[in-house]
């Protein structure tokens, strides 16, 4: 039998978490769904069948784009990096896909398709604006004259739809330092402004765009600078934004990633366990080795007291995280035995974000670092 770590996917937690952010959002908004990262380590395939509830989708990779196509979605899809190299602009135009551009030299590579091939008509761009976050995007100043050329193309009919965007530094935070979600929705604001008047100017007016700048914690927190497209990413997996647990904010969990204890050994005072000999026993004590280790995407830098639930009830790590395996104090667990499930995270008593927080990690890291060795399902609800 294959080893009994699993991940079991709840496609109607995350059919709900949608809906949720739906319920938070303006009506006339669009709700854009990020499944980059394999669905943030979800599996695109698996969670397929519960974007219903999105407007839109986001993602970074051609060949993800390529899948949703084939599996039926034939509404928006964003490639949230855009091109990066001039012949994905093929690939663009023959799935329909919206586009990301950040830098000049994606704009020339655009403008040298756009002369040698026919119009993207059915591609929306976005445009990246640099207000604070300082990754990638155009100055604000820069980002003003593409606009503008980009909404004569518009007007040109050679492309669709175009949209100012940016990205929330700190929307889940009240930063010590660094730019709040109001002062970069601000500049973002005051650009609109310009770029409108100086598309009245010559003669665009009526090539308006919208705007996109919310990320989940934007979407949940900041509605009044979130813009009229809001990429919804962590949330929509039963992830935390904030310090308000995920819980809490009426978020489910969405992957369950559960193994078995396949041994159980009897310490006695004085006794150490596993590489290292990190964990001393103080007492006489049951320790149940766990079918799960950092082959699998358990984070290695687990400490010692990092929760878990065997049958049901809290226990925590004792020792260190080894390739396969990871020791567990089974002290308040006195009925566990060879074939107790543990629940590593995803459960309404243990969420991903608390065992994150126990590693000092985030739920995303542990989200997208489930190993492809470990067997996904979907549950049956």
């Avoid at 009897?266 to 290292?276: H, M």
């Avoid at 390739?323 to 104090?329: K, Q, S």
């Amino acid at each position: 039998m294959p080893r009994p770590i699993t991940a079991t996917i709840d496609l109607q937690n995350l059919s709900s978490n949608l809906k949720h952010v739906r319920e938070r959002i303006s009506p006339d908004t669009e709700l854009m769904a990020v499944v980059k990262a394999n669905a943030y380590g979800h599996r695109l395939e698996l969670v397929y069948p519960a974007l219903g509830e999105a407007d839109s989708i986001a993602l970074l990779d051609l060949a993800e784009a390529g899948l949703l196509r084939v599996m039926g979605w034939f509404r928006s899809i964003l490639l949230l990096e855009g091109a990066f190299e001039f012949s994905d602009y093929a690939a663009i135009a023959n799935l329909k896909l919206d586009f990301t551009l950040h830098n000049d030299e994606q704009f020339l590579q655009l403008k040298r398709f756009l002369s040698m091939s026919p119009p993207l008509q059915d591609s929306r761009v976005f445009v990246k604006i640099n207000t604070g976050m300082n990754r990638l995007g155009y100055t604000p100043e820069r980002g003003v004259a593409v606009m503008l050329e980009l909404m004569t193309l518009r007007h040109q009919e050679f492309i669709g739809p175009v949209v100012l965007m940016t990205h929330f530094a700190n929307s889940d935070v009240i930063p010590p330092q660094g730019p709040t979600a109001a002062e970069q929705a601000t500049v973002l604001k005051q650009m609109a402004v310009d770029i409108r008047q100086k598309a009245s100017d010559v003669g665009l007016k009526s090539c308006d765009f919208t705007t996109s700048l919310a990320n989940s914690a934007g979407a949940l927190y900041h509605e009044s600078d979130a813009g009229n497209i809001q990429r919804i990413g962590i949330a929509a997996y039963g992830s935390s934004t904030s310090a308000v647990t995920a819980q809490q904010e009426g978020l489910k969990p969405v992957m369950r990633l559960t193994t078995r204890l396949i041994s159980i050994q009897k310490l006695q005072k004085g006794e150490c366990i596993g590489y290292g000999s990190r964990f001393l026993a103080d007492k006489p004590m049951r320790i149940g080795i766990a079918a799960c280790g950092y082959a699998d995407g358990y984070p290695r830098h687990a400490p010692d007291g990092t929760p878990v639930l065997v049958n049901g009830v809290r226990a925590h790590i004792a020792g260190r995280v080894s390739m396969d395996m990871i020791t567990i104090d089974l002290t308040g667990v006195p009925e566990a035995e060879v074939g107790s499930e543990v629940v590593l995270f995803g459960d309404e008593h243990l969420g991903v974000d608390e065992v994150a927080t126990a590693c000092g990690t985030i739920g995303y890291e542990l989200l997208c670092a489930v190993a492809p060795r470990v067997r996904f399902g979907v549950a049956e609800n």
